[in-house]
């Protein structure tokens, strides 16, 4: 009866959309408001094809704002107005983004003039303020540009699936990426893609039990979704009884010794020769014989970061909560993982609007490799990612990459780089400060930019429209005199007991409480004084002390500058740079 439909899941309003178009008159116009599902469902590209050209608005709201009291604030929706007769060569209005109504026709009759607004305002509300810029013309163009970027290889335009676009500036950017010349799926063989114990039916089948403890060794570490966060493989570690994906606690990366493992939450459940013949095989190899990508297979396009991706060691196994990839070469993992760090992969993932991800979509990424970016945006990845010596073997095997002369764009003296002094491994090449770990993330995003042919105000526009949460964090961060990130316990303590924590705290003059003063080695500064604070959220459990003064960071003229730092060494050492690096 809905021809249309064939393929989808069987969601009634869909019906109702195109009898609406059976019934129509030739000047017929049929306006719902429906969720997003024609949209974005993989399955979706006939009633795409047959929407397209009558569609004359399609404005996608997210519920932020509780206008439907009865619905999850997180549900998106859309207000979409179609012609019941199809039209040749047909273009439409988008407007994405939106918590109120009131901002379509606002966008619709503003004036173009002044910044863009982007999803949050600075005090960290939900922003409806229209610009001109948010309106977004889709033509046949536009729509080839998006099956390119979130279609498999061959999906016909008319077909492609429809993303999240907050402006006209973030399509320019999309275009580019789209235009790049090479992609992860033309590797050809060269990765394959596993999910691996499935968290349901491997319990059922013997292969794994829920046990959380401390692995014996590296093969037994069984990996879930919140044990890894972006180019940081030891993010958080399960509680003793971990009952939720909360029940975690943050590891510190400069106290943990050499040989750390987090808990895990499975153990394998049948003998170790069965447990062998259960995992994945590529190449006639195991898969956990690899050092792989990993990445959360849920993903949160509202949050603070979307695609939240690292490298792993040869040996654990993972539950079907995240998926992994083995490349056929170290050099492809090494320069994927630093796209997939950085801000640009994050918002060509988030535009798409999806709530998972899958090989599909990984294969549709950019991945340019030109050797003047690749192998300085390496030598980060693997200083972020090499943090025990489960990764002494991919350090040793990228000796001469590391070799080559490095050093961070900014000069601060919480933020050192690594002395490199042997070609082996060992606790100190990796960045480990929280300080020095955000600069490295902000110089993977300004490579990623330079590599693919942004320009510097491209890489701002998309950090302030599409990041509000991480911008957020950004202006509340606060960092001490050795680089570490200050949680929130200190500052009440500070607060609590009057300590000014804009200057440096003197040991021997302080006459406030001894029990909030320890002494530290800062860089640059001696021995001083800071606030003596034992987080009961972190692991290792031990006293920390945080040396004022406590400074904040700017992401936005952090990024400008190295930019225009690696601008400027592509510049005098590049045989091949993009474009822009001409003008």
């Known amino acids: 009866m809905y021809q249309d439909l064939q393929g989808m899941k069987a969601n009634l309003y869909k019906c109702f959309i195109t009898r609406a178009w059976d019934l129509g008159s030739q000047d017929g116009i049929a306006g719902f408001l429906h969720p997003e599902g024609p949209y974005d469902d993989p399955k979706g590209g006939r009633l795409r094809a047959a929407s397209y050209p009558r569609l004359k608005g399609h404005y996608q709201f997210i519920n932020e704002l509780c206008l439907f009291v009865e619905v999850d604030h997180h549900a998106k929706y859309s207000v979409n107005v179609f012609a019941c007769q199809a039209k040749d060569n047909n273009r439409f209005c988008h407007i994405s983004n939106l918590f109120h109504p009131s901002t379509i026709d606002g966008c619709l009759t503003h004036d173009g003039l002044g910044a863009v607004p982007g999803i949050k305002t600075d005090d960290n509300h939900w922003d409806t303020r229209p610009h001109r810029s948010r309106v977004i013309e889709v033509s046949r163009q536009s729509l080839e540009i998006f099956a390119r970027l979130y279609d498999e290889a061959g999906t016909p335009l008319e077909q492609a699936r429809l993303p999240v676009l907050h402006s006209r500036e973030i399509v320019a950017v999309l275009e580019k990426i789209a235009n790049q010349a090479f992609k992860v799926g033309d590797l050809e063989g060269g990765y394959f893609a596993t999910v691996m114990f499935d ?92 050092y792989r990508h990993i990445n959360r297979e849920m993903l949160s396009p509202t949050g603070e970061r979307t695609l939240i991706a690292t490298i792993i060691p040869p040996g654990p196994a993972h539950i079907n909560t995240v998926f992994s990839l083995c490349f056929c070469d170290l ?22 609007g999806v709530g998972h991800i899958n090989v599909s979509h990984i294969s549709a990424l950019p991945l340019p490799s030109l050797k003047c970016i690749s192998h300085t945006m390496m030598r980060r990845v693997l200083r972020l990612n090499c943090l025990t010596n489960h990764y002494s073997g991919l350090w040793a095997s990228m000796r001469i990459v590391l070799s080559e002369p490095d050093g961070f764009a900014l000069t601060d003296p919480r933020c050192t780089w690594p002395v490199y002094e042997t070609p082996e491994w060992c606790h100190s090449c990796a960045f480990r400060s929280d300080y020095g770990r955000r600069q490295a993330f902000v110089e993977l995003d300004a490579l990623a930019a330079l590599s693919l042919d942004l320009v510097e105000e491209e890489l701002i526009t998309i950090y302030r429209i599409q990041f509000p949460v991480l911008r957020q964090y950004e202006r509340e961060n606060l960092y001490d005199q050795t680089g570490r990130l200050v949680p929130k316990g200190v500052l009440d303590l500070a607060k609590l007991h009057n300590v000014d924590i804009r200057q440096r705290l003197n040991v021997s003059t302080f006459t406030g409480p001894l029990e909030l003063i320890g002494e530290v080695e800062t860089p640059g500064l001696g021995v001083t004084g800071g606030i003596v604070w034992e987080d009961p959220k972190m692991e290792p459990r031990m006293k920390r002390v945080y040396p004022p003064p406590f400074t904040k960071c700017d992401r936005e003229a952090d990024m400008r500058q190295a930019y225009r730092a690696f601008q400027e060494r592509l510049r005098s050492t590049a045989d091949t740079i993009p474009a822009q690096l001409e003008s």
């Open 331 to 352: 050099e492809s993992l090494l320069l994927f993982s630093g796209y997939a760090s950085s801000l640009l992969y994050d918002f060509s993932v988030k535009t798409a």
């Open 199 to 290: 968290e349901t039916a491997s319990q059922r089948d013997g292969s794994i039990r829920r046990e959380t403890c401390f692995p014996k060794n590296v093969n037994e570490w069984i990996i879930s979704g919140p044990h890894f966060y972006i180019g940081t493989p030891f993010n958080k570690t399960p509680n003793e009884g971990c009952s939720h994906n909360l029940d975690y606690s943050e590891i510190d990366l400069s106290a943990i010794p050499e040989d750390y493992l987090p808990r895990t939450n499975y153990v394998s459940a049948c003998t170790p020769a069965e447990y062998a013949l259960r995992i994945p095989r590529w190449k006639g190899t195991p898969v956990t014989a690899f």
